[in-house]
């Protein structure tokens, strides 16, 4: 059955905002450690935010204080809320839950993460 399900891209203008939502199955919310991810076609896919179980949560240099990463345990839902958007910040969106090779959350890249959403394209013009 389906893990993850994200939601909330679209177009919009340099300097807007966007929350995108990513519905988890309990057991990929339950895990240690969620995150976004971002991938442009012919580059790898990039780490963006991620949180772990405690709330901690951690951010890469190009998105830190404008990105914020929440969860909503009632609703099992992971949350991107971007805003100041720049054109850069044009990709595809992942949601990631489970890790499934031993890491940190703020050390986790693509590869240690075992299940993926299907994705929402977010672009800024």
């Known amino acids: 059955h389906v893990q993850l399900v994200e939601s909330g891209g679209g177009s919009v203008q340099a300097g807007g905002s966007l929350r995108l939502s990513c519905e988890a199955s309990?057991?990929?919310?339950?895990?240690?450690?969620m995150g976004w991810f971002r991938q442009v076609p012919g580059q790898e896919r990039e780490g963006v935010a991620s949180?772990?179980?405690?709330?901690?949560?951690t951010y890469t240099e190009s998105v830190k204080g404008r990105f914020i990463i929440s969860k909503d345990n009632a609703k099992k839902t992971l949350y991107l809320h971007m805003n100041s958007l720049k054109p850069e910040d044009t990709a595809m969106y992942y949601c990631?839950?489970?890790?499934?090779?031993?890491?940190?959350?703020?050390?986790?890249?693509?590869?240690?993460?075992?299940?993926w959403g299907q994705g929402t394209q977010v672009t800024v013009s």
């Open positions: 949180i772990d179980s405690d709330g901690m949560t």
């Open positions: 309990e057991y990929t919310y339950s895990g240690y450690c």
């Open positions: 990631a839950g489970r890790l499934v090779v031993a890491t940190t959350c703020p050390g986790a890249t693509s590869r240690h993460f075992g299940y």
